[in-house]
C-alpha cells in the first residue's frame, strides 16, 4: 500500500462491523466447520490474524460442547464475531448453560503439572493470543446459569483491514 493511500485510509471514519451470528449443534465434530466459516467470515484479512482466531474459537467451542449444556442433546453454539475498534476484532461464544463451572485458566498447577497435562489448556492459549478475554451471563439470573457468553479481543493492524466492509455482514 502506498503512502498516499495509506494516509487517505487512515482518514476515513471508523464504523463498526459486526458479522451475522452462527449457530451450531453442540457436537465436537462441529469445530472444522467453525473454523471454515471464521475463514470464509474474515476474507480478505490477514492469514496469522484468521489463523488465530481460528485457533482460539475451536478452543472456546469445544469448552462449550465439553463443559456445558451445549453438549447435550439438541443444544447449541452461538459464534459472534465484530471490529468494534479500528484495531480489534472480537470474537464471542456463547454456551448453553445449566452449569457450575466458570471459564478460567487452572492457577494450580506447577510448571511440570503443565507440561504432563493433557487438556485444560484452551483458555491458556486463548491468554496467550487475545489481548483481553472474559465472559458474562447472557441473562442474568441470582440463581441459574442460562448460558455465558465468552469474548475475547485479538489486534489487527487497522491498515490490513478489507476496505469496504459493511457495518453488517451476513453469513454465506
Avoid at 65 to 81: F, P
Avoid at 153 to 162: A, I, K, L, M
Amino acid at each position: 500500500m502506498s503512502a498516499t493511500s495509506e494516509t487517505s485510509r487512515s482518514a476515513w471514519p471508523f464504523h463498526s462491523v459486526r458479522w451475522e451470528p452462527r449457530v451450531y449443534p453442540g457436537r465436537l465434530k462441529q469445530a472444522s466447520r467453525v473454523r471454515a466459516h471464521i475463514r470464509r467470515d474474515l476474507a480478505g484479512f490477514p492469514d496469522d490474524t484468521v489463523g488465530t482466531l481460528q485457533l482460539c474459537c475451536s478452543e472456546l467451542f469445544a469448552n462449550a460442547v465439553s463443559y456445558t449444556a451445549s453438549g447435550e442433546e439438541g443444544g447449541e453454539v452461538v459464534r459472534r464475531l465484530c471490529l468494534h475498534r479500528p484495531d480489534t476484532l472480537r470474537l464471542e461464544v456463547t454456551d448453553g448453560g445449566w452449569t457450575d463451572r466458570r471459564p478460567a485458566v487452572p492457577d494450580d498447577r506447577s510448571d511440570r503439572d503443565w507440561a504432563t497435562a493433557e487438556g485444560q489448556r484452551g483458555l491458556l492459549l486463548v491468554t496467550a493470543c487475545a489481548t483481553e478475554w472474559g465472559y458474562f451471563q447472557v441473562v442474568p439470573h441470582p440463581g441459574l446459569n442460562l448460558g455465558l457468553r465468552v469474548w475475547a479481543d485479538f489486534p489487527v493492524d487497522p491498515g490490513r483491514v478489507p476496505a469496504g466492509l459493511e457495518r453488517y455482514i451476513f453469513a454465506h
